[in-house]
């Protein structure tokens, strides 16, 4: 009787302490509850200046031959006015409105109403239905993972129409450029605000939604945790991939397409650009089942720094080697050329590896064998917010057991060669190795600080056991 009791109440206790690791992880897992001071002024910083830094860059190639310093002399001196910029600035028009809005619906439509069939013939590709991670409430979501058939059914059409068709010009896009800025950024602070007010009034779980109280966090960092329309329109995997990522390589090909159109010849430094982030759209479309488990689709909830970003940030400022060439086509001589190339493919083959590895490891549940032994691991617990319990294993060997995020390395050597691809005249292409080496490791920062909430005490054993982030030996 004694005995039966005793286990009663260990059981009583050890109830009680899921339930308390669960109102933590409740707390912690995703993004914040409360916002404090230093996130609030940087959340107002970036709604306010990130439209303009998009705007700037854009405008400096417009009307500066993409110098991003005389601008601000000429401001600064008084040659100018701003008055004097923004009138020469494009308009929004009819046409641009009406590409933008052909290109959406073409690509919502290939979304939600083609199912994939690409998995059925293409080996090792994985389409079709799958399943997300496991949310902070205990839902587990299905996707209809089609980017890689809506890729090659877009570019498909687009070859036809440049060497058949004749529809349009393959410059359409950069002829265009300005005034499409304003249909991307309509539509991002269209999606955001969308998606504020449905957090609030119909959210698809509301057990996944979060408030701070503050309406500026709440807006820029979102509300809902996966919101959707119907059974398969999810919002993040839609704007992340398309329209953004579909439309890199198309808005490359037409910057090649001016280049071509300006001057008679396409740059070895363009096909670059276009061959070695082909390579990472592709990439991304072909392990777009992987992504379900980022931490864009795993932890961010969806608000305006996802929205606007995939609609405006995305496309207007990860492409701006491409731009910067159609004003200064750089022709590199052939060993500069090959070193850019097999950094570029050094990179990648470090990204894709380290991707790849911890994507067989959590498919086998550590039964595989990584550099031709059995990968070790750490083993880690969490609690979800309905108080069920699950298991992890983190793995420290291979590449993972180099640094913890070793795969954001191999990303950061790609961006520095197609920065390298556009020569050293002018700083601006190097923006987006700036730009990533600060989301990297700020995403580095963001992630640890969620995986230390979420499993306590066997993360301080994980990062004991793979003490660098990014660099062996340095960080």
Request: hydrophobic share 45%; proline share 4%; with cysteine.
């Amino acid at each position: 009787m004694a005995a039966h009791q005793e286990k009663k109440l260990a059981q009583e206790r050890k109830h009680k302490h899921i339930q308390n690791d669960a109102k933590a992880s409740q707390g912690q897992w995703g993004r914040a509850w409360e916002v404090d001071w230093f996130s609030l002024a940087s959340i107002l910083f970036l709604l306010m200046f990130a439209p303009l830094i998009v705007y700037y860059f854009i405008m400096s190639c417009d009307q500066y031959q993409c110098s991003l310093t005389d601008p601000l002399l000429d401001l600064l001196s008084g040659n100018k006015h701003l008055s004097d910029i923004w009138n020469k600035t494009p308009r929004l028009t009819y046409k641009a409105a009406g590409i933008y809005s052909l290109w959406v619906t073409f690509q919502v439509v290939l979304y939600v109403f083609i199912p994939d069939f690409c998995h059925k013939f293409l080996p090792g590709y994985v389409g079709g239905v799958q399943e997300g991670a496991v949310t902070p409430a205990g839902v587990v979501n299905k996707y209809e993972i089609n980017g890689l058939q809506a890729w090659i059914i877009t570019h498909v059409l687009w070859f036809a129409n440049a060497y058949c068709f004749h529809f349009f010009s393959p410059t359409i896009i950069f002829d265009n450029w300005i005034p499409l800025l304003w249909c991307a950024n309509i539509l991002g602070y269209a999606v955001s605000t969308f998606a504020m007010i449905k957090g609030y009034f119909f959210p698809t779980n509301a057990k996944d939604c979060k408030f701070t109280g503050n309406f500026f966090y709440d807006y820029m960092m979102g509300i809902e945790f996966n919101p959707r329309i119907g059974k398969w329109f999810d919002f993040k995997l839609f704007f992340n991939g398309r329209p953004g990522i579909v439309a890199w390589t198309l808005i490359n090909l037409s910057f090649a397409a001016k280049q071509q159109e300006l001057y008679g010849e396409v740059s070895n430094s363009m096909i670059l650009v276009n061959v070695l982030q082909g390579i990472y759209v592709l990439d991304f479309f072909w392990n777009e089942a992987c992504y379900l488990k980022t931490i864009d689709i795993c932890h961010d909830h969806f608000g305006w720094y996802l929205g606007w970003g995939d609609c405006v940030w995305l496309p207007y400022l990860y492409t701006l080697q491409g731009l910067y060439l159609v004003y200064h086509p750089v022709q590199l001589c052939t060993a500069h050329a090959i070193g850019i190339l097999m950094l570029g493919l050094l990179g990648y083959y470090i990204f894709r590896m380290t991707n790849h590895q911890k994507d067989l490891f959590r498919r086998t549940n550590g039964n595989c064998r990584i550099w031709g032994k059995k990968p070790e691991y750490i083993e880690c617990s969490y609690v979800s917010v309905d108080g069920t319990k699950y298991y992890s294993k983190l793995m420290t060997s291979g590449f993972w057991g180099w640094a913890r995020h070793f795969n954001y390395t191999g990303d950061l050597m790609g961006s520095l060669a197609y920065c390298l691809a556009c020569g050293f005249e002018h700083i601006l292409p190097y923006f987006y190795i700036v730009y990533m080496t600060v989301l990297l490791t700020h995403r580095c920062i963001r992630d640890e600080h969620r995986c230390f909430s979420k499993y306590g005490k066997d993360w301080k054993h994980y990062t004991a056991a793979v003490p660098y982030r990014l660099v062996p030996g340095i960080f």
